[in-house]
């Protein structure tokens, strides 16, 4: 049972999804307890836990003996554990948290988590399982590996989150079209309809159309996995008075293009945020 289904959830990302809806966390809880009490997971050691991103598909539910429950569809919880602190998506807010390794080999720590501050709607009971995974870091005492699973354990070994790694996807290459952004108002707004925003990274240049006219701007990566710097924005000088606010849309969206300081991915969507977690823009692919 063990190895039918570690090796279902050590298969491809689509079909990891397909393997944690199948399986439910009751499912799985009944194969990681069979995992502690027979000793399948390795010895942990910093480097199976630090650097990569980590996909969740389970987290412990409320309260510190809470079943394992899956990640809800069209929800990303993610984590990556780099230099003392873990930092991801909690399926709504943007999280970060320390943490330390000190206390033996697969000892982990982590300490208060602070997060973005928004509130979502959609998907039902996406804010419950946001409180319940970021509770379940915090009970964390220890971490665990089963091929390419990452178990965090509380103290009594109860699993209360398993991660698999992070899938790689790329900021630059496909044509991105704008959902929301920021209007410059402390306000994260739709894409007017009948309008169409859209970014191409490529070769240290942003470019597209901001609603009416077409821009660009020079951009960097560094200085850390998730890191990017928007330089200063140029456009064409069009005015399009259809459909109504088309404009100030336009000067809001390339306001807020060089206050991006990170970027991360959100299922199939990317996000741009500022230092503090504020959302700069949110895109989906499927631009022409």
Do not use: H, K
Not at 68 to 87: C, H, I, K
Not at 160 to 185: K, M, T
Not at 253 to 267: D, H, N
């Amino acid at each position: 049972m063990i190895d039918s289904e570690f090796g279902a959830l050590a298969a491809p990302a689509r079909a990891r999804r397909r393997a944690a809806v199948r399986y439910g966390g009751a499912a799985l809880g009944v194969a990681l307890t069979s995992v502690a009490a027979a000793g399948v997971a390795a010895p942990a050691a910093a480097a199976d836990l630090e650097g990569a991103p980590w996909l969740a598909l389970f987290y412990a539910g409320p309260g510190p003996a809470g079943r394992l429950l899956p990640v809800l569809p069209d929800t990303e919880v993610t984590a990556t554990f780099q230099r003392g602190v873990v930092s991801g998506a909690a399926g709504c807010n943007s999280y970060s948290a320390g943490y330390s390794l000190a206390g033996g080999p697969d000892a982990l720590r982590i300490g208060p988590v602070a997060s973005t501050q928004m509130a979502c709607a959609e998907p039902p009971g996406v804010m419950q399982q946001e409180a319940a995974y970021l509770g379940a870091l915090q009970r964390t005492m220890r971490f665990a590996t089963v091929g390419n699973l990452l178990l965090l354990q509380a103290a009594d070994g109860r699993v209360q989150v398993a991660y698999v790694p992070q899938p790689e996807r790329s900021l630059e290459g496909p044509e991105w079209l704008a959902i929301d952004y920021n209007n410059g108002s402390g306000a994260v707004v739709s894409v007017l309809a009948g309008t169409r925003i859209t970014a191409r990274f490529a070769d240290g240049s942003v470019a597209g159309t901001a609603g009416c006219n077409s821009y660009n701007a020079a951009y960097t990566l560094g200085g850390g996995p998730d890191a990017l710097r928007i330089g200063p924005v140029a456009a064409t000088r069009m005015a399009c008075a259809e459909p109504p606010g088309v404009m100030e849309q336009e000067a809001a969206y390339l306001a807020a293009l060089p206050t991006a300081q990170s970027y991360r991915f959100e299922g199939p969507d990317l996000v741009l945020e500022r230092a503090g977690g504020a959302r700069v823009a949110r895109y989906t692919p499927g631009g022409s």
